[in-house]
């Protein structure tokens, strides 16, 4: 194979010899290549005083299968990217895959959101959010005398 040496490094590939037999070499990369992975959603959050932004990386996704929700000052994403088409040859050789697809979910706690006022845009792959804060009233303290 030209591209021995990029070739994808699986947990069965180097444990002895009898690990060359071709049934052993590809074992687990045909199986477990094909399972939905609950993957991680790279996120980050930036907090003023007015709001949270959020932005979260989800490349791939149809912006139909992206569910948002708050509740109890939680924001909940969740979404589902379809699977990607099997660019293996005959053999079942991947030289290298990392795409993943299934359902992906993530939690964050972001307290004291107006929920009503809670924005969200898809575009190029990345969700973005704006929470804005529920607008605090300051108490006006005053001093009460003692009888």
Same mark, same amino acid.
């Given at each position: 194979?030209?591209? $021995?040496?990029?070739?994808?490094?699986?947990? *069965?590939?180097?444990?002895?010899?009898?690990?060359? $037999?071709? #049934?052993?070499?590809? #074992?687990?990369?045909?199986?477990?290549?094909?399972?939905?992975?609950?993957? &991680?959603?790279?996120?980050?959050?930036?907090?003023?005083?007015?709001? /949270?932004?959020?932005?979260?990386?989800?490349?791939? #996704? $149809?912006?139909?299968?992206?569910?948002?929700? /708050?509740?109890?000052?939680?924001?909940?994403?969740?979404?589902?990217?379809?699977? #990607?088409?099997?660019?293996?040859?005959?053999?079942?050789?991947? =030289? /290298?895959?990392?795409?993943?697809?299934?359902?992906?979910?993530?939690?964050?706690? *972001?307290?004291?959101? &107006?929920?009503?006022?809670?924005?969200?845009?898809?575009?190029?792959? =990345?969700?973005?959010?704006? *929470?804005?804060?529920?607008?605090?009233?300051?108490?006006?303290?005053?001093?009460?005398?003692?009888?």
């Amino acid at each position: 194979m030209a591209n $021995d040496l990029n070739r994808y490094n699986g947990l *069965l590939d180097n444990l002895g010899g009898w690990m060359n $037999d071709d #049934f052993f070499k590809n #074992f687990g990369k045909n199986v477990f290549s094909k399972l939905p992975i609950k993957g &991680d959603l790279k996120t980050d959050i930036k907090e003023t005083k007015d709001a /949270y932004q959020v932005k979260i990386d989800m490349p791939g #996704f $149809d912006k139909k299968n992206i569910h948002i929700n /708050y509740d109890n000052d939680v924001l909940s994403i969740f979404g589902r990217r379809d699977s #990607f088409s099997d660019e293996s040859d005959k053999e079942g050789n991947t =030289v /290298y895959s990392e795409r993943s697809y299934g359902e992906f979910s993530r939690q964050y706690n *972001l307290p004291d959101v &107006d929920r009503d006022k809670v924005s969200a845009k898809y575009d190029n792959g =990345v969700l973005s959010l704006t *929470l804005p804060k529920v607008e605090t009233v300051e108490d006006s303290a005053s001093h009460i005398e003692i009888e």
